[in-house]
């Protein structure tokens, strides 16, 4: 038996949700004080909240073993808000392109019984996870290319330092006219 592969979601893609969260949300309190709006410890706790479920949700792992693949979250995440799964390679029959509302593709695992599980597309080390399944599964994983490319998530990352950079003269303004 050889050592479980473990997958996790790429840096590249993580850094950037997170930072974009914190991006978009940072200037509201300020904001609000500014205006006598929401309680500012309220919108603190919801932000807050927000950014613990969105790491919640970027802590997926994927782990391939001799028996399976399955996604999986931390024991902190509640199955109710992300569920894992877990597929015996000998129930593997195909693996389905299915075009997005986006016009990317995505891949789903059809299983035996009728099932669809979504191949994790956000990985680190896609082409390895691809090449794993293809040597446990026998299915031709040629044209399996992963949905979005790092460059694409660089370019989100320069326009959420730039936001940031507007984010900070908000704040300051908003510290200023008080």
Not at 4 to 22: D, K
Not at 103 to 114: E, I, P
Request: with cysteine; aromatic share 12%.
């Amino acid at each position: 038996m050889t050592s479980p592969s473990i997958f996790r979601i790429s840096p590249v893609i993580r850094i950037t949700l997170l930072g974009l969260y914190i991006a978009l949300t940072i200037p509201l309190p300020f904001l609000s004080r500014l205006n006598n709006a929401t309680p500012t410890w309220l919108l603190c706790l919801g932000i807050g909240l927000g950014l613990v479920a969105l790491y919640g949700a970027l802590s997926e792992r994927v782990i391939l073993d001799d028996r399976a693949i399955q996604v999986t979250y931390p024991n902190w995440v509640p199955s109710l808000f992300r569920k894992g799964w877990s597929l015996p390679w000998s129930e593997i029959k195909a693996l389905k392109p299915h075009t997005t509302g986006q016009g990317g593709l995505v891949y789903y695992f059809l299983s035996q019984s009728g099932g669809a599980y979504l191949l994790p597309m956000r990985v680190a080390g896609f082409a390895k996870l691809v090449r794993e399944v293809e040597a446990k599964t026998g299915i031709d994983t040629t044209d399996v290319r992963p949905l979005a490319q790092p460059w694409m998530y660089s370019i989100l990352f320069g326009f959420t330092l730039l936001l940031l950079l507007v984010d900070s003269w908000t704040i300051w303004t908003s510290l200023h006219l008080t």
